[in-house]
DNA sequence: CGTTGACTTGACACGATGTCAAGTGGCAAT
DNA sequence: ATTGCCACTTGACATCGTGTCAAGTCAACG
Protein backbone atom coordinates (compact mmCIF):
# COMPACT_ATOMS: atom_id res chain seq x y z
CA UNK A 1 0.00 0.00 0.00
CA UNK A 2 1.26 3.34 -1.25
CA UNK A 3 -1.69 5.43 0.64
CA UNK A 4 0.83 7.74 1.95
CA UNK A 5 4.22 7.92 0.61
CA UNK A 6 4.88 10.48 3.17
CA UNK A 7 3.89 9.75 6.71
CA UNK A 8 2.27 12.24 8.64
CA UNK A 9 5.77 13.68 9.86
CA UNK A 10 5.92 16.16 7.35
CA UNK A 11 2.70 17.48 8.70
CA UNK A 12 3.40 17.20 11.82
CA UNK A 13 6.04 19.83 11.44
CA UNK A 14 3.80 22.16 9.71
CA UNK A 15 1.73 22.29 12.33
CA UNK A 16 4.63 22.31 15.07
CA UNK A 17 5.78 25.71 13.44
CA UNK A 18 2.04 27.04 13.10
CA UNK A 19 1.81 26.29 16.87
CA UNK A 20 4.87 27.68 17.76
CA UNK A 21 4.80 30.90 15.81
CA UNK A 22 1.39 31.04 17.29
CA UNK A 23 2.24 30.94 20.77
CA UNK A 24 4.95 33.59 20.75
CA UNK A 25 4.77 35.73 17.81
CA UNK A 26 7.41 37.90 18.16
CA UNK A 27 9.70 34.58 19.64
CA UNK A 28 13.14 33.83 17.36
CA UNK A 29 11.80 29.86 16.94
CA UNK A 30 14.90 28.04 16.20
CA UNK A 31 14.87 24.77 13.98
CA UNK A 32 15.81 22.80 16.94
CA UNK A 33 12.71 23.85 19.04
CA UNK A 34 10.46 23.42 16.21
CA UNK A 35 11.62 19.94 15.93
CA UNK A 36 11.13 19.44 20.03
CA UNK A 37 7.47 20.56 19.69
CA UNK A 38 7.21 17.86 16.72
CA UNK A 39 8.59 14.95 18.86
CA UNK A 40 11.33 14.75 16.53
CA UNK A 41 15.35 15.22 16.03
CA UNK A 42 16.26 18.76 14.96
CA UNK A 43 17.65 16.30 11.81
CA UNK A 44 14.86 14.74 10.79
CA UNK A 45 13.02 18.09 10.07
CA UNK A 46 15.97 19.28 7.11
CA UNK A 47 14.98 15.64 5.70
CA UNK A 48 11.35 17.24 5.12
CA UNK A 49 12.36 20.93 4.16
CA UNK A 50 16.02 21.86 2.82
CA UNK A 51 16.08 24.89 5.43
CA UNK A 52 14.23 26.92 7.56
CA UNK A 53 13.17 29.51 4.72
CA UNK A 54 11.40 26.63 3.01
CA UNK A 55 9.42 25.23 6.00
CA UNK A 56 8.29 28.84 6.44
CA UNK A 57 7.06 29.06 3.23
CA UNK A 58 5.39 25.48 3.05
CA UNK A 59 3.86 26.93 6.34
CA UNK A 60 2.05 29.26 4.71
CA UNK A 61 0.68 27.14 2.08
CA UNK A 62 -0.18 24.73 4.79
CA UNK A 63 -2.59 27.15 6.03
CA UNK A 64 -3.59 28.24 2.76
CA UNK A 65 -4.78 24.66 2.39
CA UNK A 66 -6.26 24.18 5.82
CA UNK A 67 -8.57 27.30 5.56
CA UNK A 68 -9.81 27.24 1.87
CA UNK A 69 -8.87 30.60 1.77
CA UNK A 70 -9.04 30.87 -2.17
CA UNK A 71 -12.67 29.47 -1.97
CA UNK A 72 -13.52 31.83 0.06
CA UNK A 73 -11.88 34.65 -1.80
CA UNK A 74 -13.63 33.44 -5.05
CA UNK A 75 -17.27 33.54 -3.00
CA UNK A 76 -16.91 37.33 -1.57
CA UNK A 77 -16.36 38.44 -5.30
CA UNK A 78 -18.73 36.71 -6.78
CA UNK A 79 -21.46 37.79 -4.41
CA UNK A 80 -23.80 40.54 -5.74
CA UNK A 81 -22.32 43.65 -6.72
CA UNK A 82 -18.91 45.31 -7.05
CA UNK A 83 -19.30 47.37 -3.51
CA UNK A 84 -20.45 44.05 -2.28
CA UNK A 85 -17.52 42.59 -3.87
CA UNK A 86 -14.85 45.34 -2.65
CA UNK A 87 -17.02 44.73 1.18
CA UNK A 88 -16.51 40.96 1.27
CA UNK A 89 -13.09 40.90 0.33
CA UNK A 90 -12.30 43.01 2.95
CA UNK A 91 -14.25 40.60 5.57
CA UNK A 92 -12.94 37.39 4.11
CA UNK A 93 -9.53 39.03 3.90
CA UNK A 94 -9.58 40.55 7.36
CA UNK A 95 -10.70 37.62 8.73
CA UNK A 96 -7.69 35.46 7.44
CA UNK A 97 -5.22 38.23 8.09
CA UNK A 98 -4.83 37.50 12.44
CA UNK A 99 -5.20 34.03 11.23
CA UNK A 100 -1.76 33.65 9.22
CA UNK A 101 -0.22 36.87 11.16
CA UNK A 102 2.59 34.62 13.28
CA UNK A 103 3.65 33.01 10.27
CA UNK A 104 3.82 35.68 7.67
CA UNK A 105 5.49 37.60 10.07
CA UNK A 106 8.16 35.27 10.14
CA UNK A 107 8.48 35.08 6.68
CA UNK A 108 8.64 38.51 6.58
CA UNK A 109 11.65 38.90 8.64
CA UNK A 110 13.75 36.00 6.43
CA UNK A 111 12.82 37.80 3.29
CA UNK A 112 15.59 40.10 4.02
CA UNK A 113 18.24 37.66 3.86
CA UNK A 114 16.80 34.26 1.76
CA UNK A 115 16.09 34.98 -1.45
CA UNK A 116 13.43 32.07 -1.92
CA UNK A 117 11.52 33.36 0.94
CA UNK A 118 11.21 37.03 -0.72
CA UNK A 119 10.02 35.13 -3.70
CA UNK A 120 7.56 33.27 -2.00
CA UNK A 121 6.28 36.55 -0.21
CA UNK A 122 6.10 38.39 -3.90
CA UNK A 123 3.96 35.60 -5.02
CA UNK A 124 1.58 35.66 -2.61
CA UNK A 125 1.24 39.55 -2.33
CA UNK A 126 1.21 39.43 -6.17
CA UNK A 127 -2.34 37.02 -5.78
CA UNK A 128 -3.22 39.63 -3.30
CA UNK A 129 -2.77 42.51 -5.96
CA UNK A 130 -4.59 40.27 -8.46
CA UNK A 131 -7.67 40.22 -6.29
CA UNK A 132 -7.50 44.32 -5.53
CA UNK A 133 -7.18 44.44 -9.69
CA UNK A 134 -10.38 42.63 -10.59
CA UNK A 135 -12.63 44.28 -7.72
CA UNK A 136 -11.19 47.39 -8.99
CA UNK A 137 -12.24 46.57 -12.64
CA UNK A 138 -15.62 45.32 -11.09
CA UNK A 139 -15.98 48.79 -9.70
CA UNK A 140 -15.14 50.24 -13.13
CA UNK A 141 -17.85 48.40 -14.81
CA UNK A 142 -20.00 49.73 -12.51
CA UNK A 143 -19.04 53.20 -12.25
CA UNK A 144 -18.72 53.03 -8.74
CA UNK A 145 -15.02 53.57 -9.67
CA UNK A 146 -13.82 57.39 -7.84
CA UNK A 147 -13.84 59.85 -10.80
CA UNK A 148 -10.83 60.76 -10.16
CA UNK A 149 -8.13 57.89 -9.59
CA UNK A 150 -6.68 56.07 -12.08
CA UNK A 151 -7.30 52.65 -12.35
CA UNK A 152 -3.91 51.23 -11.51
CA UNK A 153 -3.49 53.88 -8.71
CA UNK A 154 -6.91 52.42 -6.93
CA UNK A 155 -5.14 49.25 -7.25
CA UNK A 156 -2.47 49.99 -5.66
CA UNK A 157 -4.12 52.04 -2.81
CA UNK A 158 -6.27 49.19 -2.37
CA UNK A 159 -3.84 46.47 -2.32
CA UNK A 160 -1.71 48.81 -0.02
CA UNK A 161 -5.00 49.29 2.83
CA UNK A 162 -5.40 45.93 2.94
CA UNK A 163 -1.97 44.98 3.12
CA UNK A 164 -0.78 42.99 6.86
CA UNK A 165 1.51 45.99 7.16
CA UNK A 166 -1.48 48.07 7.38
CA UNK A 167 -3.16 45.82 9.67
CA UNK A 168 -0.37 45.17 11.69
CA UNK A 169 0.00 49.41 12.29
CA UNK A 170 -4.01 49.03 13.10
CA UNK A 171 -4.63 46.38 15.27
CA UNK A 172 -0.80 45.54 16.68
CA UNK A 173 0.13 48.26 17.04
CA UNK A 174 -2.75 50.70 18.12
CA UNK A 175 -4.81 48.48 19.65
CA UNK A 176 -7.95 48.35 17.69
CA UNK A 177 -10.14 45.09 17.44
CA UNK A 178 -10.95 42.98 14.35
CA UNK A 179 -14.36 44.79 14.44
CA UNK A 180 -12.74 48.14 14.43
CA UNK A 181 -10.52 47.35 11.78
CA UNK A 182 -12.95 46.27 9.17
CA UNK A 183 -15.77 48.84 9.84
CA UNK A 184 -13.04 51.22 9.40
CA UNK A 185 -11.01 49.81 6.30
CA UNK A 186 -14.27 49.39 4.91
CA UNK A 187 -15.33 53.26 5.47
CA UNK A 188 -12.01 54.17 4.57
CA UNK A 189 -12.25 52.51 1.18
CA UNK A 190 -15.55 53.98 0.42
CA UNK A 191 -14.66 57.59 1.29
CA UNK A 192 -11.24 56.96 -0.93
CA UNK A 193 -12.01 55.09 -3.86
CA UNK A 194 -15.47 54.02 -4.57
CA UNK A 195 -17.67 57.11 -6.55
CA UNK A 196 -19.60 59.11 -3.71
CA UNK B 1 42.42 72.05 24.34
CA UNK B 2 39.44 69.55 24.22
CA UNK B 3 37.42 71.05 21.79
CA UNK B 4 36.45 67.74 20.63
CA UNK B 5 36.53 65.37 23.70
CA UNK B 6 35.53 62.32 21.00
CA UNK B 7 37.23 63.01 17.71
CA UNK B 8 35.77 62.27 14.56
CA UNK B 9 35.68 58.73 14.38
CA UNK B 10 32.29 58.32 15.95
CA UNK B 11 30.46 60.13 13.46
CA UNK B 12 32.93 58.35 10.83
CA UNK B 13 31.42 55.33 11.92
CA UNK B 14 27.97 56.74 11.91
CA UNK B 15 28.35 58.19 8.31
CA UNK B 16 29.54 54.80 7.19
CA UNK B 17 26.64 53.45 8.85
CA UNK B 18 24.32 55.24 6.58
CA UNK B 19 25.99 55.11 3.13
CA UNK B 20 26.72 51.48 3.38
CA UNK B 21 23.12 51.51 4.19
CA UNK B 22 22.35 53.69 1.46
CA UNK B 23 24.05 52.19 -1.31
CA UNK B 24 22.30 48.79 -0.83
CA UNK B 25 19.29 48.66 1.22
CA UNK B 26 18.69 45.35 0.91
CA UNK B 27 22.17 44.12 1.70
CA UNK B 28 23.36 42.14 5.42
CA UNK B 29 25.67 45.18 6.31
CA UNK B 30 28.01 43.39 8.94
CA UNK B 31 29.98 45.21 11.71
CA UNK B 32 32.91 44.19 9.76
CA UNK B 33 31.25 45.99 6.31
CA UNK B 34 31.21 48.97 8.43
CA UNK B 35 33.94 49.20 9.93
CA UNK B 36 36.10 48.81 6.57
CA UNK B 37 34.12 51.73 5.23
CA UNK B 38 35.05 53.88 8.14
CA UNK B 39 38.42 52.60 7.87
CA UNK B 40 38.83 51.48 11.22
CA UNK B 41 39.36 47.53 12.82
CA UNK B 42 35.89 46.20 13.18
CA UNK B 43 36.94 46.06 17.10
CA UNK B 44 37.10 49.89 17.05
CA UNK B 45 33.50 50.00 16.51
CA UNK B 46 32.58 48.42 19.89
CA UNK B 47 34.76 51.09 21.02
CA UNK B 48 32.17 53.53 20.58
CA UNK B 49 28.85 51.48 20.19
CA UNK B 50 28.11 48.30 22.46
CA UNK B 51 26.44 46.66 19.73
CA UNK B 52 25.10 46.63 16.15
CA UNK B 53 21.78 47.86 17.56
CA UNK B 54 22.84 50.75 19.48
CA UNK B 55 24.83 51.61 16.30
CA UNK B 56 22.12 51.60 13.70
CA UNK B 57 19.62 53.98 16.66
CA UNK B 58 22.73 56.54 17.02
CA UNK B 59 22.41 56.64 13.19
CA UNK B 60 18.81 57.09 12.92
CA UNK B 61 19.76 60.00 15.99
CA UNK B 62 22.13 61.45 13.71
CA UNK B 63 19.80 61.45 10.30
CA UNK B 64 17.56 63.54 12.71
CA UNK B 65 20.17 65.56 13.61
CA UNK B 66 21.49 66.09 10.32
CA UNK B 67 18.20 66.90 8.65
CA UNK B 68 16.94 68.93 11.00
CA UNK B 69 13.31 67.22 11.31
CA UNK B 70 11.87 68.89 14.23
CA UNK B 71 11.92 72.26 13.07
CA UNK B 72 10.95 71.29 10.04
CA UNK B 73 7.60 69.61 11.36
CA UNK B 74 7.26 72.75 13.67
CA UNK B 75 7.21 74.66 10.79
CA UNK B 76 4.84 72.96 8.63
CA UNK B 77 2.50 72.59 11.99
CA UNK B 78 2.38 76.28 12.42
CA UNK B 79 2.03 77.06 8.79
CA UNK B 80 -1.51 78.64 8.62
CA UNK B 81 -4.78 76.74 9.20
CA UNK B 82 -5.67 73.34 9.96
CA UNK B 83 -5.61 71.80 6.52
CA UNK B 84 -2.46 73.52 5.85
CA UNK B 85 -0.82 71.99 8.68
CA UNK B 86 -1.60 68.47 7.65
CA UNK B 87 -0.78 68.65 4.23
CA UNK B 88 2.69 70.78 5.36
CA UNK B 89 3.12 67.52 7.51
CA UNK B 90 2.62 65.45 4.52
CA UNK B 91 5.25 67.25 2.77
CA UNK B 92 8.10 67.51 5.12
CA UNK B 93 7.52 64.10 6.39
CA UNK B 94 6.80 62.27 3.19
CA UNK B 95 10.42 64.27 2.29
CA UNK B 96 11.70 62.80 4.93
CA UNK B 97 10.95 58.92 4.68
CA UNK B 98 12.56 58.45 1.39
CA UNK B 99 15.97 59.60 3.21
CA UNK B 100 15.92 57.82 6.43
CA UNK B 101 14.13 54.54 4.91
CA UNK B 102 17.73 52.39 4.25
CA UNK B 103 18.32 52.88 8.11
CA UNK B 104 14.87 52.56 9.35
CA UNK B 105 15.01 49.22 7.27
CA UNK B 106 17.59 48.15 9.00
CA UNK B 107 16.39 49.09 12.39
CA UNK B 108 12.96 47.44 11.91
CA UNK B 109 14.47 44.28 11.11
CA UNK B 110 16.62 43.63 13.96
CA UNK B 111 13.40 45.40 16.45
CA UNK B 112 12.20 41.49 16.27
CA UNK B 113 15.36 40.50 17.95
CA UNK B 114 17.23 43.27 20.26
CA UNK B 115 14.75 45.06 22.89
CA UNK B 116 16.89 47.78 22.49
CA UNK B 117 15.86 48.76 19.56
CA UNK B 118 12.32 47.83 19.55
CA UNK B 119 12.14 50.45 22.26
CA UNK B 120 14.19 52.95 20.25
CA UNK B 121 11.32 52.15 17.16
CA UNK B 122 8.73 52.46 19.52
CA UNK B 123 9.88 56.31 20.85
CA UNK B 124 10.28 57.02 17.20
CA UNK B 125 6.89 56.10 16.17
CA UNK B 126 5.54 57.71 19.43
CA UNK B 127 6.57 61.07 18.40
CA UNK B 128 5.31 60.53 14.77
CA UNK B 129 2.07 59.46 16.70
CA UNK B 130 2.21 62.95 19.01
CA UNK B 131 2.25 65.11 16.26
CA UNK B 132 -0.58 63.06 14.02
CA UNK B 133 -2.11 63.73 17.12
CA UNK B 134 -1.93 67.85 17.47
CA UNK B 135 -3.06 67.92 13.92
CA UNK B 136 -6.14 65.64 14.07
CA UNK B 137 -6.62 68.41 17.13
CA UNK B 138 -6.41 71.24 15.26
CA UNK B 139 -8.98 69.82 12.53
CA UNK B 140 -10.78 69.51 14.81
CA UNK B 141 -10.70 72.44 16.54
CA UNK B 142 -11.60 74.39 13.24
CA UNK B 143 -14.41 71.76 12.59
CA UNK B 144 -11.99 70.29 9.62
CA UNK B 145 -12.49 66.84 11.17
CA UNK B 146 -14.64 64.25 9.88
CA UNK B 147 -17.83 64.57 11.20
CA UNK B 148 -18.37 60.29 11.82
CA UNK B 149 -14.44 59.65 12.57
CA UNK B 150 -13.81 59.59 16.46
CA UNK B 151 -10.83 61.57 17.83
CA UNK B 152 -8.40 58.62 18.67
CA UNK B 153 -9.34 56.73 15.09
CA UNK B 154 -8.79 59.24 13.38
CA UNK B 155 -5.33 60.00 15.20
CA UNK B 156 -4.24 56.01 14.57
CA UNK B 157 -5.73 56.49 11.19
CA UNK B 158 -3.59 59.19 9.79
CA UNK B 159 -0.58 57.99 11.56
CA UNK B 160 -1.04 54.58 9.70
CA UNK B 161 -1.36 56.00 6.48
CA UNK B 162 1.49 58.03 6.60
CA UNK B 163 3.82 55.41 8.10
CA UNK B 164 7.20 54.26 6.96
CA UNK B 165 5.24 50.77 6.04
CA UNK B 166 2.57 52.49 3.99
CA UNK B 167 5.51 54.60 2.29
CA UNK B 168 7.08 51.18 1.16
CA UNK B 169 4.50 49.61 -0.21
CA UNK B 170 3.09 52.34 -2.11
CA UNK B 171 6.78 53.28 -3.12
CA UNK B 172 8.94 50.48 -3.28
CA UNK B 173 6.60 47.50 -4.03
CA UNK B 174 3.90 49.70 -6.01
CA UNK B 175 6.64 51.80 -7.84
CA UNK B 176 5.34 55.13 -6.80
CA UNK B 177 7.39 58.47 -7.32
CA UNK B 178 7.52 60.81 -4.14
CA UNK B 179 5.23 62.90 -6.10
CA UNK B 180 3.04 60.71 -6.37
CA UNK B 181 2.85 59.39 -3.22
CA UNK B 182 2.75 62.71 -1.89
CA UNK B 183 -0.11 63.62 -4.02
CA UNK B 184 -2.39 60.47 -3.38
CA UNK B 185 -1.41 60.16 0.26
CA UNK B 186 -3.01 64.02 0.91
CA UNK B 187 -5.64 63.22 -1.53
CA UNK B 188 -6.88 59.87 0.81
CA UNK B 189 -6.34 62.01 3.80
CA UNK B 190 -8.75 64.99 2.32
CA UNK B 191 -11.48 62.26 1.14
CA UNK B 192 -11.01 60.33 4.21
CA UNK B 193 -10.72 61.88 7.86
CA UNK B 194 -11.18 65.65 6.86
CA UNK B 195 -15.32 66.89 6.58
CA UNK B 196 -16.47 67.48 2.92
C1' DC C 1 60.39 60.97 29.77
C1' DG C 2 56.51 58.78 30.98
C1' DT C 3 51.65 58.30 30.98
C1' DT C 4 47.30 58.33 28.93
C1' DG C 5 43.97 57.08 25.50
C1' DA C 6 42.45 55.81 21.00
C1' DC C 7 43.18 52.32 18.00
C1' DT C 8 45.16 47.69 16.15
C1' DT C 9 45.94 42.75 15.98
C1' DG C 10 44.71 38.33 16.90
C1' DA C 11 42.42 35.01 19.43
C1' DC C 12 38.31 33.15 21.36
C1' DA C 13 33.38 31.92 23.06
C1' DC C 14 28.75 31.61 21.62
C1' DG C 15 24.48 30.63 19.15
C1' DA C 16 22.14 29.27 15.14
C1' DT C 17 22.09 27.08 10.59
C1' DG C 18 23.11 23.49 7.77
C1' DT C 19 26.01 19.14 6.58
C1' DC C 20 27.95 14.57 7.12
C1' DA C 21 28.50 9.82 8.64
C1' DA C 22 27.39 5.97 11.16
C1' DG C 23 24.02 3.79 13.45
C1' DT C 24 18.96 1.67 14.82
C1' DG C 25 14.66 -0.43 14.27
C1' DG C 26 10.59 -1.67 11.85
C1' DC C 27 8.30 -3.27 7.83
C1' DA C 28 7.98 -5.54 3.41
C1' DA C 29 9.28 -8.50 -0.45
C1' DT C 30 11.13 -12.72 -1.74
C1' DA D 1 13.75 -16.20 8.18
C1' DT D 2 16.85 -13.21 5.76
C1' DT D 3 17.66 -9.29 3.29
C1' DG D 4 17.18 -4.71 2.17
C1' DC D 5 15.04 -0.39 2.42
C1' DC D 6 13.54 3.74 4.75
C1' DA D 7 12.57 7.10 8.23
C1' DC D 8 14.64 8.59 11.87
C1' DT D 9 18.45 9.14 15.64
C1' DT D 10 22.89 10.45 17.52
C1' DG D 11 26.79 13.02 17.56
C1' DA D 12 30.25 15.52 15.41
C1' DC D 13 31.58 19.26 12.57
C1' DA D 14 32.01 23.56 9.33
C1' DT D 15 30.45 28.23 8.87
C1' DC D 16 29.18 32.89 9.84
C1' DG D 17 28.26 36.87 12.42
C1' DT D 18 28.28 39.00 17.06
C1' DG D 19 30.49 40.34 20.98
C1' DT D 20 34.63 39.82 24.36
C1' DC D 21 39.35 39.76 25.95
C1' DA D 22 44.28 40.67 26.21
C1' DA D 23 48.39 42.50 24.65
C1' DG D 24 50.67 45.73 21.89
C1' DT D 25 51.47 50.28 18.98
C1' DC D 26 51.76 55.06 18.54
C1' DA D 27 51.06 59.88 19.05
C1' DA D 28 49.92 63.71 21.92
C1' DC D 29 50.47 65.95 26.05
C1' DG D 30 52.08 66.76 30.77
Known sequence: MMSSSEPDTRVRILKATWALLEQAP????????IAKEAGISRQAVYLHFPNRAELLIATTKHLDEVY???????????SGGARAALDGFVEVWGSYIPRIYPVAKALLAIRATDEAAALAWQDRMDAVRAICSEIVALLHASGDLSADLDRDIAVDLLWTLVSIRTWEQLTVESGWSEEQYQAHIRRLLHSSITAS
Not at 26 to 33: N, Q
Not at 68 to 78: H, M, P, S, Y
Open 68 to 78: GIDKQIEEARA
Open 26 to 33: GAPTRMSD
